[in-house]
């Protein structure tokens, strides 16, 4: 009888854990929505919509963006990828050189803004510029 009760009471732990991992692991999917992709895990919020990147010449804030890479420039020693995340498109900059076309990324980096003044007019361009 002492045998069965401890038999018991190990398949009760074990059930028990299964549960809450499966409990925990749906409920992870729902929380991650908004999150940072890290391959195809997402963490956090911090992500900031495209669209909200506006360009201030004095300012470098960090931000993370999410999105798909659309095009892509090598550079000297760099690479420049058009990244769209459905609410706008923004140029990064990186010295990563192996992201393919259509591919999800998400990046860590600062806001930079270049001013090109042409005929009068202000021509500038807001970009991240990945942290190393």
């Not at 956090?44 to 669209?51: D, E, L, Q």
Request: hydrophobic content about 35%; some cysteine.
């Amino acid at each position: 009888m002492q045998k069965f009760s401890q038999t018991h009471s190990i398949f009760s732990h074990r059930l028990g854990l299964f549960f809450l991992l499966v409990l925990g692991l749906c409920s992870c999917g729902n929380l991650t929505q908004s999150g940072l992709n890290v391959g195809n895990f997402r963490i956090g919020s911090n992500v900031t919509p495209i669209r909200e990147i506006k360009p201030e010449p004095n300012k470098q804030a960090t931000v993370y963006i999410q999105g798909k890479v659309e095009r892509q420039v090598p550079l000297v020693k760099r690479w420049a990828y058009q990244i769209d995340d459905s609410t706008g498109k923004i140029w990064v900059v990186t010295h990563q050189n192996k992201l393919a076309k259509g591919e999800q990324v998400v990046i860590k980096g600062k806001v930079r803004y270049q001013s090109i003044p042409l005929a009068g007019k202000e021509l500038g361009e807001v970009y991240v510029e990945e942290d190393s």
